[in-house]
Structures are given as structure tokens and as C-alpha cells.
């Protein structure tokens, strides 16, 4: 079982930065975790935004590519998302996942089963 708490979302206006945090507990030590950040705006589907995998690999969405960065401070058990340049299009609640298989879109088994409970982030023009 992975415990996972977001904090860091708010209100900023286009071209702001935002840094989300995510910090967990529990886990198992001798298995290796998908970090994930999925986001979802209201009347929409969630959407993976990023992931990180055994501290190297990692993969963004295509609209968040170079604004967005994922990292992971593994002695704080942190996961960030430093956001940049935001777009009113990134306004969404932004939650933080993991699971031991990678997620692929349109398998539902794939899903992380391990969330967040969401941080809100509000982007105005």
C-alpha cells in the first residue's frame, strides 16, 4: 500500500510557474514504482500529464513537453512537478499515482492503483 498527499496547487496567472509536491510513505522496498502526475479538468477525461520510472525514465504528454518537469527526491519521498509557462488549458486538479505496471491508455487494468486526493490548480488569462 502506497500513501500519497499533494500539496503545492493555487491560482497563477498565464506564464506563472507552479511546483506541485507529492509526498508518500508505505510501499514496498524491493519492488520499483511508476510515478505518476494524471490531471483532470472539469467535463473531461483524466489525462496522464507525466511519468517517472526508476529515476530516469520518463515521459510527458505531448502539450506539457518542454514547460513541465517531473523529478522525484527519493530521501524526502517526494515527487514534484514543477510546471511552467502555464496555459489556461492546464487547469485542472492534478493528482499523483503509482502503481508497478506501466499505464497505458485505453487498459483499464493498467490504471495505478495508488492516488492522491488531488491538488487544484487554477490558471487565468
Known amino acids: 500500500q502506497v500513501q500519497l498527499e499533494e500539496s503545492g496547487g493555487g491560482s497563477v496567472q498565464a506564464g506563472g510557474s507552479l511546483r506541485l509536491s507529492c509526498v508518500y510513505s508505505g510501499g514496498d522496498p524491493y519492488k520499483k514504482y511508476y510515478w505518476y502526475w494524471f490531471r483532470q479538468a472539469p467535463g473531461k477525461e483524466r489525462e496522464e500529464v507525466a511519468m517517472l520510472y526508476d529515476g530516469s525514465t520518463i515521459l510527458y504528454e505531448d502539450s506539457v513537453k518542454g514547460r513541465f518537469t517531473i523529478s522525484q527526491d527519493n530521501a524526502k519521498n517526494t515527487l514534484y512537478l514543477q510546471m511552467s509557462s502555464l496555459k489556461p488549458e492546464d487547469t485542472a486538479k492534478y493528482y499523483c499515482?503509482?502503481?508497478?505496471?506501466?499505464?497505458?491508455?485505453?487498459?483499464?487494468?493498467?490504471?495505478?492503483?495508488?492516488w492522491g486526493q488531488g491538488t487544484q490548480v487554477v490558471v487565468s488569462s
Open positions: 499515482a503509482a502503481g508497478v505496471t506501466l499505464f497505458q491508455r485505453g487498459f483499464e487494468w493498467s490504471v495505478p492503483p495508488y
